[in-house]
């Protein structure tokens, strides 16, 4: 098959949508495939395309500016607009078979693209972006108070926490918001099939988005490569002397990267905490671990190298996120390398780790602390979990499981298409 992987990401500079894609991209193409890359660029400096691995990327220049809600609309249907026009001659000079959009950005356009072509088109979905504005579906930031729906209503009460003293100045936006999520929808209503990476987000997609009512989803994991993973970082050396727990993602309310210094402090943990990556709370972290006398390390962002070295080495994953989680990618390379894990229970997570099988899942934030504490003082603990996480996504996300089950699917759509 010839496929269009149309991203808002891609290696060597990427998130986890971005390596996610390029896991999949190289399992596929270990499997026979043909894979073109197409990824926008906001970025006039990087203007060009490039190569990554083997893989092509196409990088058609978009621009968006810095004004807040204007920004949004050249970045989204603008881009849609745009980049429909840009793909479409791509798919039938490279006589694709089918077209899969990666994240919010390239979604709806390369869905667009394949419509306007007639070819069969998919689209993964990793977070909340089809049934939430700011796609992380909380109200408030700062108490990861979910949302119900991203109504008028529910746009105004997310306004304050987010929007700070000129917070009635979005008021004016919330008409273009609404439209906004309505026309993601629509154009995620158009794909031949939706792919859900857990099953909360398809749960959620079925309740929140009717404009899907009659739209395949399927749910297929984010991949992980278990053995390349464990190659890449059986050469790393270790970081610190000694052991030490590890949180890894950006500092900010909905990651509940806060109940860190509440878990460090009711855990009495004598480890370092090593804190890997940054963001708008990274100087209020900073000063209450401080306060408290806690021993945090913070590194901010480093290449995926290193921080592969810091799980690969790592005596504990805290992972408090607040947010309704997907299916977080630290979990899963975490699982890779049966580093044991203390988490919060929150959206996908749970399909990652299982309750007291692989890792300890914390109903609420005071839990986070006594889980910490029993991890730190029992060894063995540690050694059967973290092997039992590594089974767990040997079994459920390995890459080359993952890849097959797309392929069925796109084997289904390119029929169905046809």
Known sequence: MRVLMVTDAFPPTAGGSGWSTYEVSRALRVRGHEITVVRPRFDAATQGDERYDGFEILQPLAWAPRVPFVRNYFRNERLYAHLSRVLSPIIRDRRIDIVHGQHLLSGPAAIRAARRVGVASVCTVRDYWPVCYWSDSTVDPASGEF????????????????????????????????????GKRQALAEAGAIVAVSQRIAADLRARAAEL???????????????GITKAAASLARPLAGPYAL???????????????????????????????????????????????????????????????????????VFPSAGPESLSRVLLEASALAVPIAAMDTGGTGEIVVGDVTGLLCEGAAALGPALARLRADGDLRARLGEAARQHARTRFETGSVALRLETLYLDLIGAAR
């Open 147 to 182: 949302c119900p729906a991203c109504s008028p209503r529910g746009m105004t009460a997310c306004l304050p926490p987010r929007g700070g003293r000129v917070w009635p100045l979005g008021l004016a936006a919330i008409p273009y918001m609404t439209a906004n999520l309505r």
């Open 213 to 227: 009512s009659d739209t395949r989803i399927e749910v297929i994991p984010n991949p992980v490569d278990i053995d």
């Open 247 to 317: 949180y890894v993602g950006k500092l900010a309310h909905n990651k509940g990267c806060l109940h860190l210094i509440a878990a460090a402090r009711a855990s009495r943990l004598d480890w370092p905490l090593v804190v890997v990556g940054d963001g708008p709370l990274r100087s209020s972290m900073e000063s209450a671990a401080k306060a408290a006398g806690l021993d945090f390390r913070f590194t901010g962002w480093i290449p995926r190298r290193d921080v592969l070295g810091w799980l690969r080495h790592a005596s504990v994953l």
